[in-house]
């Protein structure tokens, strides 16, 4: 089934602890995207990437860093994961940068750090 | 920054419409998106406007009026499974999409 698949559905992490979330899209979409969800703020994006070997920062960047080695794969690290992180990250992609396509989302992962 | 104002919560009954409204301040404009998410689940694409004017998609109706900074999301018919969070979001002059907070939309039976 085409789509976007995010690794893990969920995970509890110490404080100080490095974690990477895993995303891959199918669709051979260009532009990829991380995106963080707490109650109240919306959706607020972390980074982006255009274009396979290309990155970018987002509204809230910091404490988490992106690679796009390939078109599928777009993971997002935590190098040293804090309790403000504790949220549900969403991985998006679509077909282009230009904002007007439409983006799409995959199942999410729910991070808890302790 | 950004500023994507809509209602946090709304309540309607099986079979009413509620209207959804979005008002937003950002630096330029290039688009609108409605999406819905239910709970525990990924957001997905609901409507997309770029020009003024209403769009109708069978049960739900988006419209746009860029000289007002604002939209809305009509959901007609309601059934229980319209009970998810119904998000707005605008595409900004850096082509990022930014979002509201969402409004939860309860249906009773």
């Known amino acids: 089934i085409a789509g976007i698949t995010q690794a893990p559905t969920s995970q509890i992490l110490a404080a100080g602890r490095r974690m990477t979330l895993r995303c891959t899209q199918d669709m051979r979409h260009n532009a990829m995207y991380w995106y963080r969800q707490d109650l109240g703020l919306g959706l607020r994006l972390i980074h982006y990437s255009n274009t396979a070997g290309t990155t970018g920062k987002g509204e809230v960047p910091d404490g988490y860093s992106v690679s796009r080695a390939n078109t599928d794969d777009f993971p997002l690290t935590l190098a040293s994961a804090v309790p403000s992180q504790t949220s549900v990250y969403f991985c998006?992609?679509?077909?282009?940068?230009?904002?007007?396509?439409?983006?799409?989302f995959g199942p999410g992962t729910r991070l808890t750090v302790l | 920054g950004q500023n994507i104002d809509q209602p946090t919560e709304m309540t309607a009954t099986e079979g009413a419409i509620v209207q959804i409204n979005c008002t937003y301040q950002t630096s330029g404009f290039n688009g609108l998106f409605w999406y819905q998410q239910h709970a525990g689940e990924a957001p997905t694409f609901l409507s997309y406007?770029?020009?003024?004017g209403l769009e109708e998609k069978g049960r739900f109706s988006s419209f746009l009026s860029r000289s007002k900074g604002y939209s809305y999301l009509l959901l007609k018919e309601l059934q229980m499974k319209d009970s998810a969070s119904y998000l707005c979001a605008v595409i900004s002059n850096d082509y990022k999409l930014s979002f509201g907070a969402g409004t939860t939309v309860t249906v009773r039976a």
């Open positions: 998006a992609s679509s077909e282009s940068a230009g904002g007007r396509d439409t983006q799409y």
């Open positions: 406007n770029v020009l003024d």
